[in-house]
Structure formats: C-alpha cells, structure tokens
Nanobody
Framework: QVQLVESGGGLVQAGGSLSLSCVAS????????MGWFRQAPGKQRELVAT???????KYADSVKGRFTISRDSAKDTVNLQMDSLKPEDTATYYC?????????????????WGQGTQVTVSS
C-alpha cells in the first residue's frame, strides 16, 4: 500500500519555527516530483512549495524566504522547514507526489496525497 505520512505539525507562536516531514512507503518516489500544499478552513488548497526529482525547489510568493523544502531521495523523505511563521500560515499541510520529474502547481496533477498535519500559528 502506497502511503505518504506527514508529521511535525503543531502549535507555535508567531515568529517561531516548525519542521514538517513526509515519509513515503510502499514504493520509491525518488524519481517523482514532490509538493507541499496547505488548506485553511473555508479556503481552497494552495501550493506552498515544490521540488523536482532532481532537487530544484520553487515556492509560493507568500512563503518565499521563510520556508525551505528539501528531499532525501534515499530515504523517500521530503521536509518543509518553516521559519518566521505568521498567523496566516495556519492551515492543514499536505504532502503530495507526482509521477513526473517536474512538479505542477495544480492539485489535480498529483497522484498521491498524505493525510495532512495541522499547523497553528498564534499571534
């Protein structure tokens, strides 16, 4: 059974940091593009960051300079380091995998999704 499992969410004060991890099991995703998305209550799921199979990262403008996506293909793990967190970063964060080298900005282009981890930033 193919699974993506996120961890590392929690409650943090504004200005703080959290580190999210996504571990894949059931098959390797070393040749897959990966992405982190988030969804706040009442809002659409939005892109946070993506990384190609080769390790090239891109970020949404809202998190650029504050978040860092990385991957360890040998361990089938993708991480999201979140610094200088703001209350508007509060959301459920999802890891996703796409069976292509390059990621996509569209949620429907991803083949696998994790169950999500909650991030809450208090002011």
């Amino acid at each position: 059974q193919v699974q993506l499992v996120e961890s590392g969410g929690g409650l943090v004060q504004a200005g703080g940091s959290l580190s999210l991890s996504c571990v894949a099991s059931g098959r390797t995703f070393s040749q897959s593009a990966m992405g982190w998305f988030r969804q706040a209550p009442g809002k659409q799921r939005e892109l946070v960051a993506t990384i190609t199979a080769g390790g090239t990262a891109k970020y949404a403008d809202s998190v650029k300079g504050r978040f860092t996506i990385s991957r360890d293909s040998a361990k089938d793990t993708v991480n999201l380091q979140m610094d200088s967190l703001k209350p508007e970063d509060t959301a459920t964060y999802y890891c996703a995998a796409r069976d292509r080298y390059y990621p996509s900005t569209n949620t429907e282009d991803y083949d696998y999704w994790g169950q999500g981890t909650q991030v809450t930033v208090s002011s």
